[in-house]
């Protein structure tokens, strides 16, 4: 929605974004391309200091830069949403950075990523970022990689491809490889994620997922309450688990009152939680970050979506999956009926129960 607050706050990014601007001639780059130096050993930071979901999708790009400069040294912000991924990070960063958004810390990191010295600061945020702009124009790396189209003049390469290239958002945050004369279309996109150890697979659990990252994502309690009722009269033999963040408590205790569903309990973090997702059989959720380790894992999964989400470019790839879109912006209007559906048809398709 376009408030007046919100006008005001593009109005000043605008002008800070012009403000910090420098002279560098902009590269514009949509193949593989020898533009620097890229023998020697290179510094390189990513700032992706936005959302856990963001950070899975950008993995392929850090791990076919590590693959083909094995001798590069690279570093990572990350924010508070995604710092828990940083131990994950390790086979492919050396170090990384958390971004807090608090004035004193933000000011303590600014100039110790100064002090690092980068050679490349490579912006995988698609649209203009004031904060990655700032970064950029203090860290003042030789070389300034990043996507977004009008973004600040910071940038020593700009890379893009015609929007009906792009599939899929993995192929787009690959596209900083261009600059390193890497071609993309030959490139593993393979999503992962870390698996936790002694997990064992149930083949009878469904996991259903209440909440997303905002809460409109939130498809309604009563919806749920339908939704369990109907799979576990259906199939009896299914265990329902849900999973919700501690803020969905009271909505949690009237669908546990009102179902057979096992509550998995709440997880200290969400690489902790994913384990559940391991477990399960079929994943339902409205959130657009677990369809991601869903892929990694090669789970099943119905995924209810905005008609905002984009979905043409955030579905899940290369695994069994049945997508359900809000006919406008509230997700509770998608029907139990369209979910139960799809869950089904993914049942009967997947041979996933006898």
Not at 72 to 99: D, R
Not at 185 to 211: C, D, I, T, W, Y
Request: glycine share 2%; hydrophobic share 40%.
């Amino acid at each position: 929605m376009d408030t007046i607050p919100k006008r005001i706050e593009l109005f000043f990014r605008r002008k800070i974004q012009k403000f910090f601007a420098d002279n560098r001639s902009t590269i514009v780059l949509n193949e593989p391309k020898k533009t620097f130096e890229l023998s020697k050993p290179l510094k390189v930071l990513f700032l992706r200091q936005d959302h856990l979901g963001d950070v899975v999708v950008s993995i392929p790009l850090l791990r076919e830069l590590h693959k083909v400069y094995p001798n590069y040294e690279l570093q990572i912000v990350l924010g508070k949403s995604n710092i828990g991924l940083a131990p994950f990070l390790h086979s492919y960063t050396t170090k990384e950075w958390k971004y807090s958004k608090k004035f004193l810390e933000t000011i303590s990191l600014i100039f110790s990523l100064r002090k690092e010295r980068f050679d490349v600061v490579i912006d995988i945020h698609d649209k203009a970022s004031l904060t990655s702009t700032i970064l950029i124009w203090i860290i003042n790396s030789k070389y300034a990689i990043g996507l977004a189209a009008g973004a600040s003049k910071v940038f020593s390469h700009r890379v893009e491809q015609k929007t009906e290239s792009i599939s899929h958002v993995v192929n787009l945050y690959l596209l900083p490889l261009l600059a390193f004369n890497i071609d993309t279309e030959k490139v593993n996109s393979a999503l992962e994620f870390p698996r936790a150890e002694g997990v064992v697979k149930n083949n009878n659990q469904v996991l259903v997922n209440l909440n997303g990252s905002q809460r409109s994502r939130y498809w309604g309690t009563k919806n749920f309450i339908e939704l369990i009722k109907a799979i576990t009269t259906l199939y009896p033999d299914l265990v329902v688990k849900v999973s919700c963040t501690k803020d969905y408590d009271i909505e949690l205790q009237e669908i546990l009152a009102n179902t057979t569903a096992i509550h998995t309990g709440y997880y200290s973090s969400f690489l902790s939680f994913s384990s559940e997702i391991e477990k399960s059989m079929v994943v339902i959720t409205p959130d657009t970050v677990i369809p991601h380790i869903c892929c990694a894992w090669e789970i099943p999964c119905v995924v209810m979506y905005l008609r905002k989400d984009s979905f043409e470019q955030w579905h899940p790839r290369n695994i069994p999956y049945k997508r359900i879109l809000s006919q406008n912006e509230d997700i509770s209007t998608i029907s139990v009926e369209s979910v139960l559906t799809s869950f089904q048809n993914l049942l009967s398709q997947e041979k996933l129960t006898q």
